[in-house]
């Protein structure tokens, strides 16, 4: 089984920012893509920022050079840094971890897609 925990939504004014935590836990062998997708009302889900285990990033055309994604390995964690937000960007943010879960005696397992179960960020005046 693998968890991920996520953190940091809220109301903000336009303009601020917020910035989104996600951790994994559980039968981990290796972690490879993760990212933050999020939702509206009405809308297809979709990929705001995702970040490979090297390090390469992928940006939705929307957050260029206001959100940037980075990640911990050592701590399986991902954060996801929003700055200059608009009132656009509220929505529900999911965290999405691409894991190879670890058998009992640690060995590589399956891999497994992981979400997270979202949280709300706000942007409102």
């Known amino acids: 089984q693998v968890q991920l925990v996520e953190s940091g939504g809220g109301l903000v004014q336009p303009g601020g920012s917020l910035k989104l935590s996600c951790a994994a836990s559980?039968?981990?062998?290796?972690?490879?893509?993760m990212g933050w997708y999020r939702q509206t009302p009405g809308k297809e889900r979709e990929l705001v920022a995702a970040?490979?285990?090297?390090?390469?990033?992928n940006y939705a055309d929307s957050v260029k050079g206001r959100f940037t994604i980075f990640r911990d390995n050592a701590k399986n964690t991902v954060v996801l840094q929003m700055n200059s937000l608009k009132p656009e960007d509220t929505a529900v943010y999911y965290c999405n971890v691409d894991v190879r879960a670890a058998n009992v005696d640690g060995r590589p397992g399956g891999y497994l897609e992981v979400w997270g179960r979202g949280t709300l960020v706000t942007v409102s005046s």
């Open positions: 970040i490979t285990s090297g390090g390469s990033t």
């Open positions: 559980g039968s981990i062998f290796s972690i490879n893509a």
